[in-house]
């Protein structure tokens, strides 16, 4: 079952910096929600297990993910991606288009999926309005996540001179949990009666 999800995300942060974040892989996938472990293979590929629950079913896909492509210039870059359940219970392979593109003083980055499902997943892919929500979930937080790993700490006050080692405060991040599939259902629902409301 093929599907094809675009998405955009929107940081306050200039395109050169979300470019060159995206570049670092392994450190762009400890990004993603549900992450449990990444492990780098070279500077354009990683592998590792990412936890999804689509309704009743939590799903763990170990899979790997590689650019293909990576233009510079322009801020675009193309990506394979592929994931099988560690429980024989479907497959998932993606090609995947990134764009990032100057927005007044930020920018915005397009991320374009066309995703084969196979198994028991692969039910899923016949609700085009539910794996669009998925996608959307997925990726405004992984955004959230991406944003809050790039922001610049906050400077010391230079009045005062404290030489006690002090506990780091890392920005805080969208926790990695399981994608719900309640919540995306519901998400799902109000965007097809949205749609049913604005074809009357």
Same mark, same amino acid.
């Given at each position: 079952?093929?599907?094809?999800?675009?998405?955009?995300?929107?940081?306050?942060?200039?395109?050169?910096?979300?470019?060159?974040?995206?570049?670092?892989?392994?450190?762009?996938?400890? $990004?993603? +929600?549900?992450?449990?472990?990444?492990?780098?293979?070279?500077?354009?590929? $990683?592998?590792?297990?990412?936890?999804?629950?689509?309704?009743?079913?939590?799903?763990?896909?170990?899979?790997?993910?590689?650019?293909?492509?990576?233009?510079?210039?322009?801020? $675009?870059?193309?990506?394979?991606?592929?994931?099988?359940?560690?429980?024989?219970?479907?497959?998932?392979?993606?090609?995947?288009?990134?764009?990032?593109? +100057?927005?007044?003083?930020?920018?915005?980055?397009?991320?374009?999926?066309?995703?084969?499902?196979?198994?028991?997943? %692969?039910?899923?892919?016949?609700?085009?309005?539910?794996?669009?929500?998925?996608?959307?979930?997925?990726?405004?937080?992984?955004?959230?996540?991406?944003?809050?790993?790039?922001?610049?700490?906050?400077?010391?006050?230079?009045?005062?001179?404290?030489?006690?080692?002090?506990?780091?405060?890392?920005?805080?991040?969208?926790?990695?949990?399981?994608?719900?599939?309640?919540?995306? %259902?519901?998400?799902?629902?109000?965007?097809?009666?949205?749609?049913?409301?604005?074809?009357?």
């Amino acid at each position: 079952m093929a599907s094809h999800v675009t998405c955009q995300f929107k940081l306050s942060l200039p395109p050169q910096q979300v470019w060159d974040a995206l570049k670092d892989v392994e450190g762009v996938a400890h $990004c993603f +929600p549900g992450v449990m472990s990444v492990e780098a293979l070279d500077e354009h590929a $990683c592998k590792g297990v990412v936890q999804v629950r689509l309704g009743p079913m939590q799903l763990e896909f170990a899979g790997q993910f590689l650019y293909t492509e990576l233009d510079e210039a322009n801020w $675009c870059a193309a990506a394979d991606a592929q994931g099988q359940d560690r429980r024989g219970r479907g497959r998932a392979e993606s090609k995947i288009l990134l764009k990032v593109l +100057p927005e007044g003083m930020g920018s915005v980055t397009t991320v374009e999926a066309k995703t084969e499902l196979s198994g028991t997943v %692969a039910q899923f892919g016949r609700a085009k309005s539910v794996i669009q929500a998925v996608a959307e979930t997925l990726i405004g937080d992984f955004a959230k996540n991406l944003e809050a790993k790039l922001a610049p700490e906050p400077a010391a006050p230079l009045a005062v001179a404290d030489l006690t080692p002090a506990a780091a405060n890392p920005p805080a991040m969208v926790k990695r949990a399981p994608v719900g599939g309640l919540g995306l %259902a519901l998400r799902a629902l109000t965007q097809w009666l949205r749609g049913m409301f604005s074809r009357a």
